[in-house]
């Protein structure tokens, strides 16, 4: 299923920040910077975007350019429609996770759990709370600038990231960036942001279509 580690990375991506305070072991500038981002995300309650995401190779090259509309939804609804080059639906309710592939003539169903969802699915849901004992995390800009970046190197060994990139243009998001240890990139561009306009839950829902391939991997949790 393509979730892009990529799209499990969003798979979330929603809303407002942790109300917790930021643990007292941070040291004070890392806690600053945990601030920042806070401030940035909170008050979202819907998300909506047009992204395209770029995969790129180690040497440079545009290995893919796909093109994607996405719709987020407080606390776990998320839809990840890819529109071109290869189509593709990746939807939840927060319990229940839909990747219907028109092409296949399939859909995979599986048990949700959002706290799986890796880190941008963390931040843009809110779920910031452990976010600073998994990851180093440094502003590159001040909070006076236009635009700000901030970027969390993982601590563990074993991540597939090297480094993940969150930049925000006048305190929208903008761009999201993933340097794997591969040496490929995944890049998402946000365009057409709208913050809380109103989504109906039937958009996190998904009925397949008749004739079909079904395949669940569901459990009880």
């Known amino acids: ?12 991506l929603c809303f407002a920040v942790c109300s917790s305070g930021i643990s007292s072991a941070l040291a004070q500038a890392e806690a600053s910077d945990l601030q920042r981002l806070d401030t940035l995300l909170q008050g979202i309650e819907t998300l909506s975007a047009d992204v395209i995401q770029l995969i790129v190779e180690s040497d440079g090259g545009v290995l893919e350019e796909s093109e994607i ?7 776990d609804g998320f839809y990840w429609e890819t529109l071109t080059p290869f189509p ?3 939807v939840t309710n927060g319990s229940v996770l839909w990747n219907y592939q028109p092409d296949l003539e399939q859909v995979v169903i599986e048990t949700w759990d959002s706290s ?11 779920r910031t709370d452990n976010l600073a004992a998994e990851y180093l995390i440094e502003t590159v800009s001040t909070a006076a600038d236009e635009h700000q970046e901030f970027v969390l ?3 563990a060994a074993d991540s597939i990231y090297d480094k993940i ?10 761009l999201i960036y993933l340097d794997h240890r591969n040496g ?4 998402w561009r946000f365009e057409n942001v709208i913050r809380n306009e109103d989504l109906d839950d039937a ?16 459990y009880s949790q």
Do not use: C, H
């Open 69 to 75: 509309r996405m719709y987020l939804k407080k606390p």
């Open 153 to 155: 190197t993982p601590m």
């Open 88 to 90: 593709e639906l990746i």
């Open 1 to 12: 299923m393509n979730m892009p580690d990529t799209t499990t990375v969003l798979a979330g």
């Open 116 to 126: 799986r969802s890796e880190l941008a699915a963390q931040l843009l849901s809110g």
């Open 165 to 174: 990139s969150i930049n925000f243009l006048l305190s929208e998001l903008d």
């Open 203 to 218: 958009l996190f829902e998904f009925q397949p279509p008749a004739g079909i391939e079904v395949i669940e991997n569901t």
């Open 184 to 187: 490929q990139q995944t890049a």
